[in-house]
Structures are given as structure tokens and as C-alpha cells.
């Protein structure tokens, strides 16, 4: 094999018809990031919003995935549907079920925080070609790390969405704080990555591939009896736990949260709200390929390694949601309360994935009905970021859009905006009560389905039922915090002499509603239904390829 | 290169790695930490190319490395300019002085 037909094989993989034709979405992110740097040697940033682009970008690539997202389930007449998964360049990405959900999900997403700066205008005409191509680069990254296939791109992915979003949060560069908060980020941030990639560099040298899909059979070839007497079997639950402390850092999991309150305080609240629901999306879509890569095979002793680790994630994820939930009693300004609660919620969806995990390693194998109850555990996963990109977004948004009229993000200074701005305090509240988990909103759904699951696994292993208790308990102390927010708006009258806050209906409103309204499509309509049947459909497809 | 086997190169990578840790976790100087990620990072790319040259990973490993240089670079650039925005604004780059944002 000399070079010539290496390359000309490469070149035949990343062809349109088989590799970059699929990756039409990024392409255009990617066209759209150029477009956005060269159009300033031009000076057309001076007469050309700078938000034109990625909105522009944004909403082409999502109709593209929306497209393909159908295609690939059938829905579309007339179209034959191709392989349910295949791979792109050499296999390095997967083209799954997976993989477009979340290009939906973080195209969509990225649409409306796009629509979102332009309405508040954090990045001013100066900085937007800047910050866009921060944004747009971080979303390219997340897509990579949502359908890596490789432990190369797992890595490459996190860092690429990793690095914008320091430069992000600390995007205010005049602000004490802020450059406080992206500081501690990237020192958190690069330790984390090293770690990652010394686990991965185990990772590679026991099993010999880096390719994800080969893991689980070369792993099981290589343990020994004995459990964690065996050498190996401790060198490779090491890697497994090096790695898995990267993706931790990303999905601020205790005890590698410590990053999140500050970097949400100290950032604009509109990056706040991109980094916990799009980054959060495509590291737990990571954090299900990486385990599933881990699950299968037929030795035992990979099998109740995996149990253990399963096990294991479901106490962090208790731990988490804990920490989270008591954490943010004493806070004083609503970004920070935000980022205790996103840690929180990180907990309940990790619940998930450890229900997950624990179902596809029991005594019974991969069975048939093995993978019907994990592709639940999925499903329920899919649905809650699918809710939680509105409840969060929906919060984050209305601090923008009240920053901007009372100059204040402390909660005290919230007192009797309920009144003032009647449209923006009832979207406060239905995003909060969402936030909680109460029917008849989305957020209820969702956990209910996580909790479902949990109970399932508890079957298997009596440790998750503990955890679903804890679950339990933690949604009603989390009543108390979001409830307090809620007293100051409406309860407490405004001050004298306070700022008045005037939200006009167009635009800054109906975007909020927009937002907003999801939570109740998706907590008490017919479309629970439809979401959940296409969450389901990801989650089949996604478990049937495990072995 | 007769007798030198895979344990000393894997030696040399762990060594580093701990160095690395070791550095993050004592050092109050910004740079400081950020050197001592350079260093996880190189750990970890003596081991790949160790494990290419060793193990049936072969090419891989070396691809890896080249990928974990660039990005180490492009780590680097930015750390620095948040580490010199942090200069601004506060007069040092002790992390332990970015003590505002808290609780």
C-alpha cells in the first residue's frame, strides 16, 4: 500500500456522495465562520449586521438536519431511507439516529440564541463578527462530539468547543469578574483535558484502536479473571475514570463543578444560557457513545466492570443533584442560582445515563429486553434536553432582557417586577415551575421518565433504587429556591425610586413567549406524544447497534 | 535503540503526567498552572507515540500526537490572552487573588 492509494482512498470516503455530503450542516457553519472574518477586510461589517450571517447559517443548516432527521425515520414519502447507521471519513464520525437529534437540537438552538443576542445586543456592532465566530465555532464542536466515533474526535470535539467558550465567558473584557470567570475556567478546563487525554492514551495502548465501535470486543478479550486484582482490568477502569473526568468537567458534574457558578456569573447571561444547554446536550450525547462503546461483548468480567461503573455514575449523579440543589439556597444573584441549577439538572439527566448503563449489564446480557428498557432510559434523557433547552433558555433570556432595563442581576432587586412586567414574571414562572418538575409542564415529563427508568434499573441493582429516593427528595427541596425568586417578583412590591422596567411586547416579548410556550406543548399536548415517539425511534436505533 | 522497551518510554510519560499534575495543583501563578498542562499533555503524547511504535495501535497514535500538539498551541494562545485580560483588570496573576466571585 504506497501513498498514492492511501490518498486516493481517502479521497474516495470524504467524497460528496459519502462522507461530505452528510456534513452539510457543519460545511455551512464552517463557510459561514470564513464568510464572517473576511467580509471585515471589506468593512462590510459596517453596513451589514453582523448577526445577519449565523442566523442566516443557523436556520439553513437546521432545515438540512430537520430534513435528514425525517428522512432517516421514514417520514418523508417517496424517499427510500438509507442505512440506519453508517459512518463518515474513514470512520472517525457516526451518521446515526443520535447524530441528527442532536444537530437538531443544537442548530435549533443555536438559531434562537442568535435571535436572542440580537434582540438584547450583548455583542455590540464592534465585537459580533468576533463573538459569532465563537458561537459558530463551539456549536461545530459539539457537533463533532456529538456523533464522534473515535477517541480522537471525542477529544478534539470537547476542545473545540471547549476553547471558544473560554474565550466567550470572558467576552466583557473590561469587567472584573468576567475576566475572573474565564480565567478559572480555561485553568479548570486544560486540566481536565489532560487528564482526558492521558486516559485516552491508556484507552489506545491496552485495546490498540482508538476506534469506539471495536472497544467492547477488544476489551473483553483483554481482562482477566479476578476483577480488580487483575492488573489490567484496574489499568483500564483507571482510563476509563480518566476519561470520564473530562466529560464530568463538561457536564459540571460534582466534584468537577467548581468552574460553573463562576463562569456563569462572571459571563453575559446569554452565554450562560448557551453553555449550560447546548454543551451540556452534546456531552451527554458523548458521555451514552462512550458507554455504549463500553457495553457488549460477551466476558463477564467487562460486564461487571461496567456494573460497577454504572453504579458508580449513579452515585455522582445523586451527589450532584444534591450538592446543586443545597448550593443554591444561599445565592444572591440569579446567574448563580441558574448555574447551582443547571448542576442539579445535570444530576437528574447523569440519573439516566446511569440507569442506562446498569440495565444493559445485568445478569441477563444484552438481551432484547435489556436494550427495550435502556433504549427508555435514552429516550427519557432526549426528552429532558429537550425540554431543558426551552426552561433554561426561557430563564436566561428573561435576566438578559431585565439586566437590560434595571442594570442589576441580584435577586432582591427583582422585588415587584412580576407586577411591572406582567409577560415577563409569567414566563419566569412557568420556566421555574418547569425547572421544578411540576405537571402540567414539560419538566415533569421528563423527570418522570428518568425516574421510571431508575426504577427499572433498581431491579438489576438495589443501589438505584436508593438513588431515585434521593431524586425524589431532591425535586422537593428544590421547590424552595425557584419558589423564592418567585416570592420577590410577585409578592414584594417595588421599591421607591427603583428603575422601572419597560419590556415591549415586539420583540424582546414575543420571543420569551416563543420560548416559553414549548414547556406546555411539551408537558400537556399531543406533541408529548410525537416527541417522545421520536425520542424513542433515536433510542432504538442508537441500542440496536450495541452487540 | 536495543533494550530500550515500551515500560520506559510509558516511565517517562507517567513521570511527566505527574509532574504536570503536580505543577496545576501547587503553583498559584497562572502560568505556572498553564505549564503544568503542557506538561499532562506531552505526558500523554510521549505514551501515544510509545504505544504507535509498540502496541498494534501504529499510525494512530502518531496522528493523535501531531492533533494534541496543534491543539496544545491553540490552548496556549487563548489561556494566555485571558491570562493577560486577568493582568488588566486585577494586577497579578495569582489564581488564588481571583477570589470576587465566590459562594
Redesign the interface.
Known sequence: MNFESILTGVMNDASWGRSLGLFAPELILCVSIVALLLLRLVNADRWLPSYLIPLFASLTALGIAVYSFFQMHGAIEGIPTPGTTQTMFTGLLAYDSLTLFLRVFLLGFLALVVTLTMLSGIPDAEDGPDFYTLLLGSTIGMMLMSSANH??IL??GI?MTS?PS??MV?FL?????S??????Y??YG??A???M??G???L??LT???EMPVLASRLSALLGPGGMNDPTSRTVALAAMMVLVGLAFKLSVFPFHFWC??AF??AAAEVGGYLSVASKGAAFALLVRFLLAFTGGTSVDLTSLNLALGVGLGVVAAATATFGNLAAY???NVK?LLAYSTIAHAGYMLMGVAAMVVLLNGPGGVDAAAKGEAATCIEGLLYYLAVYLFMNLGAFAIVAFIRNEIYSEEISDYAGLGRQVPLLGACMMICLFSLIGLPPFGGFVGKFMIFASLFQAGKIHMAMWVILVIGTLNTIFSLFYYLRVLKVMFLESRPEGARRARVSFMPSGAFVLLVTLPLLLLGASPLVNSMSDAATRVASMLVAAVR | MAGVDLTAYLLVGAVLFVCGIVCMATKRNGIGVLMGVELVLNGANVNFVAFSRYTSLGLDGQMMSLFVIVLAAAEAAIALAIALNFYNNHQTIDVDRGSELQG
Open positions: 477517541l480522537l477529544f478534539l476542545e476553547v473560554y474565550a470572558g473584557k473590561g469587567r472584573r469578574v475576566s475572573e470567570a474565564a480565567f478559572k480555561v485553568v486544560a486540566g483535558a489532560g487528564v487525554l492521558y485516552i492514551s491508556l489506545g495502548g490498540g484502536t482508538l457558578p463562576d456569573e462572571g444561599s445565592q444572591t448563580r
